[in-house]
């Protein structure tokens, strides 16, 4: 081989497939090192994850405000859910919470307001970002998992269950947070694989494997709420448009695979067991039965809605905070904790208008999705993430920050034509 040849450049298309792999591997590393830094201690009142994301949501909130001019009803009911929860108690007990509380209220509404105006003349982009950040949260546990990372905060203990064993978030945050960021992210990969998106025997292979990780992530989380937002979210993605007796035979194969799983894992796993149970090596139930009640959820919800109703009329319209929530759940059940509902959450901190604000706010993404032609594929996703958000919202709380990003994408590729889908 002549000295020209050896330094012959390599072909453009392979300059291109390089270039592809260094900017993933980048903005992976960027992704990673983010989420772990969010562990380390806050500073001042401030969390690291705030300190990025408050001005973030500030710039956005800019962009909105001076470049979209017509809003739609998701994002008008996002609005005045943050401003009127400025108008409860909280304001004055921790402004700096009730700020980070109403930007919290804000991520969906203000990512949908900037993809919307993205998704008119770079869709394909938005696709890629939506697929890449789904794989990043999957990818981002491997780490964690295999023992070359630990986390800046501790995982949450859940040694009363099993020794030694711990509720799984790698750098995602805490347990919950975590699960429903492994739902959205599995439901879209899986997507993908279903239309074709990723061409290639090695791209489809990287996202099965990836979807294992999210599975195995998800179970790992103990987070009974993950797991059903999870089942609920594939009905929906894997539900036929028109049944036949193949999608038939399919639906009861894989029910007896399910409850196949479930029977061997209920019965050799102790830590899926005791949180099927509600159970723990302390309380001396004898686990055998399903819990029903949410491991104290109803309790919550009864304690909230009981000390909701014994307000004046001010605290019945407007609520009455976070930080009397939790402490009046201190006091009926010795746990300072939310009531794990979003909507008697808003109900009891924000009152009867802020309930039927958060109404109008599901109502209003429901509508979105359903007015679109069946023949957008993207429907089917869209439909899919929103029931499994409402599983979320009734048995915890708001959607958080990188499940809303993912989830504002999908709504804003919602406007794209069913003929200009990449496949």
Request: glycine share 6%.
């Amino acid at each position: 081989m002549s000295g020209a040849d050896e330094y012959e450049p390599m072909p453009v298309t392979r300059i291109f497939r390089v270039m592809f792999y260094v900017k993933y591997i980048f903005f992976f590393l960027v992704f990673f090192l983010v989420h772990y830094l969010e562990g380390l201690p806050p500073i001042g009142s401030l969390s690291v994850a705030q300190l990025w994301k408050l001005p973030l949501l500030g710039v956005l909130l800019i962009y909105n405000i001076t470049r979209v001019y017509r809003y739609t009803s998701i994002e008008k009911s996002g609005y005045l859910m943050s401003v009127q929860s400025f108008m409860n108690p909280e304001i004055v007990i921790n402004p700096l919470f009730s700020v980070a509380k109403a930007f919290k209220l804000l991520v969906l509404p203000l990512f949908l307001g900037f993809f919307r105006n993205v998704a008119r003349s770079h869709a394909s982009t938005l696709e890629r970002v939506m697929y890449s950040l789904s794989q990043f949260i999957c990818l981002a546990s491997l780490p964690v998992m295999a023992g070359w990372v630990s986390p800046l905060r501790d995982m949450r203990s859940a040694d009363n269950f099993v020794e030694d064993l711990v509720y799984f978030s790698g750098v995602m945050g805490a347990p919950h947070a975590a699960a429903s960021y492994w739902c959205i992210s599995i439901l879209v990969l899986l997507f993908g694989l279903m239309t074709g998106y990723f061409r290639g025997t090695l791209s489809r292979l990287y996202n099965i494997a990836l979807i294992a990780v999210g599975f195995v992530s998800i179970f790992m989380a103990y987070t009974r709420t993950g797991w059903l937002m999870l089942v609920v979210g594939l009905l929906f993605l894997l539900k036929p448009v028109r049944l036949t007796i193949k999608h038939v035979l399919i639906f009861l194969f894989a029910i007896a695979i399910m409850y196949g799983s479930f029977e061997y894992l209920f019965k050799t796993n102790d830590a899926f067991r005791m949180r099927m149970t509600a159970t723990n090596m302390y309380n001396g139930n004898d686990g055998e039965t399903i819990d029903m009640d949410g491991s104290g959820r109803i309790e919550f919800w009864d304690t909230g809605i009981s000390n909701w109703a014994d307000n004046d009329i001010y605290g019945l319209l407007f609520g009455i905070g976070f930080t009397q929530v939790t402490e009046d759940n201190y006091k009926e059940t010795g746990i300072e904790v939310f009531s794990h509902n979003q909507f008697v959450d808003s109900l009891c901190q924000h009152g009867l208008i802020g309930l039927l604000l958060l109404l109008i706010f599901f109502y209003s993404i429901y509508k979105y999705i359903v007015r679109i032609d069946k023949s957008v594929e993207y429907r089917r996703l869209a439909l899919a993430v929103f029931w499994s958000n409402a599983v979320f919202a009734f048995f915890q709380n708001e959607m958080y920050f990188n499940f809303a990003v993912i989830f504002a994408i999908i709504l804003s590729l919602l406007q794209r034509p069913a003929n200009q889908m990449i496949k």
